[in-house]
């Protein structure tokens, strides 16, 4: 009795694990964007100030997702509606500093991005619901800082949604999104 018992655990344990099966690859892939842009692979650096320097400021975690021949501003991304800025999961900023986005002063912490973009220009919102999906979690009323910005033409048709961060000038980054031929830049001071 003993050994049925055991057997039949066993054997219910084994199906359960091997039902477990991993996800397959996700057409928008998420990645991750740094600054400063070294701030990964500030274990490396051997001088002490420069690591110091490397230390995080902001990341963003992004779907990326891909053009295919679509028509994507004005289409696939409605002008004047609300868009998480990628795929799947809303996009999400971590400022691991204190921050003035959009003339607004910003606590240290996660929040959310959401573009309202129209044909020349996008409003960026920063909202403080996190960790969910799509525009579904959106509510405005969480919006906590705002800021429009003109979007400008790139020579090269940008495949896959693109996000990264660089120094404009001492401790204002600007955060770089690209996609199609669509490129915006929102200003942000690091404090």
């Known amino acids: 009795m003993k050994k049925t018992v055991l057997s039949i655990l066993f054997g219910a344990f084994t199906l359960l694990s091997n039902a477990q099966e991993f996800a397959k690859i996700d057409k928008s892939v998420m990645d991750a964007t ?23 400021k902001i990341r963003i975690l ?13 289409d696939v991304v409605k002008y004047g509606e609300s868009w998480r800025i990628g795929a799947n999961e ?28 129209k044909e020349k220009e996008w409003t960026i919102k920063l ?17 906590i800082a705002s800021v429009t910005v ?17 120094e404009k000038s001492k401790n204002v980054v600007h955060i770089k999104i690209g996609w199609d031929k669509t490129i915006a830049e929102i200003p942000v001071t690091l404090k």
Do not use: C, H
């Open 90 to 117: 809303s996009t999400e900023i971590l400022f691991l500093t204190d921050a003035v986005f959009g003339g607004t002063n910003v606590k240290a912490g996660r929040y959310t991005l959401i573009a309202i973009p």
């Open 34 to 56: 740094y600054f400063p842009e070294n701030a990964t692979k500030r274990a490396f650096i051997k001088d002490k100030e420069k690591q110091v320097e490397a230390e995080p």
């Open 127 to 143: 909202n403080s619901i996190n960790d969910g999906w799509g525009n579904y979690s959106y509510d405005a009323s969480f919006d």
């Open 62 to 74: 992004y779907s990326r997702p891909l053009k295919k021949g679509r028509t994507i501003f004005g």
């Open 150 to 166: 003109p979007t400008t033409t790139s020579e090269n048709e940008i495949e896959a949604l693109s996000i990264i961060m660089y």
